[in-house]
Every structure is written in structure tokens, then in C-alpha cells.
């Protein structure tokens, strides 16, 4: 019986690589991370995570909520430093046997590591990093490569969009790959006092939340909305450089209605922006499930989307969607007076945000995928 439990508790056990760490300070992935670690532990699982931290010389671990935290000191800042973090994370993990979360494919040709051990690795492909716009010729090179390698050399592949899965069918056996998408919290109250600081009324502005890359449309979106007075205003998350010529050029073509509120790291009042928004819009023209998206429905928000495959797919066809300044512009022009047609957007948004994308769901459809692929490293570390 207690070789039973034993073996119950080896089988659960997992390592998270590819993110910063946790708790969560740097966007989609590490929140999913910290979700889905504090899930697992809940049920019985050992996790392990590891953390890129910028100063220190040594190795250290520590515990987080019941989760085991690996540190791994790297000095160098950017890119170099996170590639050297991903490479010194895989040589730690590999000296243990057990099932491994790959979260990304920057750095996938590291997971030859993996592969030469015996160790089975499951890799979140995430987007398609390589199409986008901001990367120039050597990084999209670097990324195109390594999504190949991710596809190769990861033992079984989660794609976090249909649309995803079929791309990465290109490269391997559509068999390898698991649609699993992201999740929210759903939002049903948030404090409206918290809208003061920041000069805005509930339900006289619409948002915008996105990194300030061409590849996103917002100066699509920004002219749009200043072709004409709307009588609401458009608030900007995000950091914007006067140095940066896509982002001055954002700024400068802003009418006095759009509000750039700078980049707002405070979650209370992220949420109470969100919640309080006649619109959510969200021009991202590359990925395959977008976080922030997934937060506006939990949110309840109406969605004005750039119109593409992915952002379909995650918000149905009750939103509203555009193609260029143009098609922006004709949307809004009707869109945001129509109380009505809001209100019914407002709750198939919502509807859709509990069919498909609860943190619950998706946690859950996690462990289904992690269980057996346990169990095999398990058998395969005997």
C-alpha cells in the first residue's frame, strides 16, 4: 500500500521551464504558469519552477506556496540573458528524470538536452514568433529554426488555438499536437473609485491594451478614432518612447480623446479599466491566443477585433471586427452609440469567456494532457 502512494506521488511531478518565474511580473505565460502550478499543487503534484533572477552568483531554491522554486542567477540583460537562462535552466533540469512543461519554443533547440537523456518534454508552442513585424532578419531566422526544433524535438506539442495546431501540423503528425488554449478570471465587480486618478467615467471611454508594434494596429485604430469627435474617449495602455518612430508616430496622430495612460503594472486597476470600458479594442494581427483578449471576455466586454482567423476564433461571431484605419472607422462610426448592440456584445462575450476559457477549464484540460505523459516519464526513469 505505501509503495502504492509512493509511486502515486513520483508519477505527479513536474518541472516548468521557459518563463521568468513565479509569482507572475511579466505578462501571459508567467500568469498561465502561476495558475497552473498552484492548480497542480492542489492536486497532488509536485511542481517545480524555475526563476531568472539578475543578480547572485549561486543556485538557490526556495518554496512558494507549496511550489519548489529553482533560481538561476544570469547577469546579462535582454535577450542574451534570457537565451543563457533557458540553456543553464535545461542543463539543471536534465539531471533529474521526470516529466518537463516547456513554455515557449525561443530556445527549443536547447531540448536536444532532454532528447538525449530520455526525458519527456511537452512544449507550448505559443504564437508564431517568426511572422511577426518587429524582428528583423537574424531573430526571425533564430525563431523559424527553433520552432522547427520545438516541433522535433519536443515529445508532444500543446498549441493554444486551432489555428495554431493546423500551422504546426505543417511540421509534424497533427497526433503530436493538443489544442489547449488560455484562461481568465472572470471579472463581476471592481471598484470604480479607482477611475478617478486617471480622469475617466465608467462607461465613457473604450480601451486599447497591447505592446505599441506595427503588427497590433493601433495606429490604425488611434486614427480612426480621431478622424472625427466621438464623444468618447480611447485609453491607451502601454509604454510609448518619444525615441520609438512607430510610437511617436502613434502619439502625434492621437486626437485630444485618446487618453495614453503609460504602462500600468497595478492588477486592481487594470481590472477596474477593463470593467468599466463601453469597448474593448484589440488590433493584434499575428498569434494564436491572446491573453488580453481572453481577459476583455472574461471582463465582459464588448470586442471591436482586428478581423483575422485568431481573434475570431477566440471571440465568436457576435463582436464586431475591421480591417485597416478605414474599416475601423465605419465600425466605430455606428458601434459606439448603439447601447443595445453593446449590451448583447457585453454578454456573449461573457458567454463565450465560460464556454471555452475559464482558468478551470483550462487547468483542467492541462493535467488531462500531463497525467499519462507523467506516468510514461515515470516508466521510462525506471
Known sequence: MSNSISDSKQLKKIRILGIRGVPANHGGF???????????VKQGWEVIVYCQEDSGEQVYEDDWQGVRRVHIPVSQQGALGTILFDWKSNLHAGKSSGLILTLGYNTAVFSLWFRLKGIN??????GIEWRRQKWGTIAKTWFYLNEWAGAWLGNHLVADHPAIKTHLSTRVNSNKIT??????????????GRLQQYGLAANEYAILIARAEPENSILEVVKAWSRRPRGVKLVVLGKYDAGHAYQRAVKEAASAEVV?????????????????????????????TNPSLVEALGAGNPVLAHDNQFNRW??????????????????????????ALLGRMRAASLARHREAFTWEQILRQYEQLLLP??????????
Not at 463582436?319 to 472607422?329: K, M, Q, S, Y
Open 373 to 382: 505523459h507523467s506516468a510514461s516519464a515515470l516508466a521510462g526513469g525506471r
Open 179 to 192: 489544442t489547449i488554449a488560455y484562461g481568465a478570471a472572470e471579472v463581476t465587480q471592481a471598484d470604480e
Open 314 to 339: 477566440v471571440v465568436g461571431e457576435e463582436a464586431r471586427f475591421f480591417d485597416g484605419e478605414a474599416g475601423c472607422a465605419e465600425v466605430l462610426d455606428s458601434l459606439l452609440a448603439d447601447q
Open 121 to 126: 518534454n511537452i512544449i507550448n508552442m505559443d
Open 30 to 40: 508567467e500568469t498561465f504558469a502561476e495558475h497552473l502550478a498552484l492548480y497542480l
Open 260 to 288: 495614453f495612460l503609460g504602462a500600468i503594472y497595478e492588477a486592481e486597476n487594470v481590472a477596474a479599466l477593463r470593467f468599466y470600458s463601453r469597448l474593448y479594442v484589440h488590433g493584434h494581427q499575428v498569434g494564436g
